[in-house]
């Protein structure tokens, strides 16, 4: 998934990410990624979390849709998965 044109669906899926490879039990709080999205940007709750809302559902249209989880407490990658963030596609490609 390209997401290098797409700063806040970028930065949503670094923090999801990052906070899977930590391991952890606990789900990232709506709050903590509002902030990961919109660093520094005051917004109404409401609107904030529609924005929330939208993108995570973007993030599951661009492929995520059977990993991105969204429990009672807030969002995670599904703990079964493996994720790897890559920087540039031609990292990916030196593999191959």
Do not use: K
């Amino acid at each position: 998934m390209d997401l290098s044109t797409r700063a806040v669906f970028r930065r949503l899926l670094v923090e999801l990410v990052n906070h899977h490879a930590q391991g952890s039990r606990e789900p990232l709080s709506a709050s903590a990624l509002m902030q990961s999205g919109w660093p520094n940007e005051r917004m109404l709750r409401a609107s904030a979390r529609n924005r929330l809302n939208n993108a995570l559902a973007t993030l599951r249209s661009l492929g995520l849709r059977g990993i991105l989880r969204t429990e009672r407490t807030g969002y995670r990658l599904d703990p079964a998965c493996s994720v790897a963030l890559v920087d540039d596609l031609d990292d990916a490609d030196a593999g191959d």
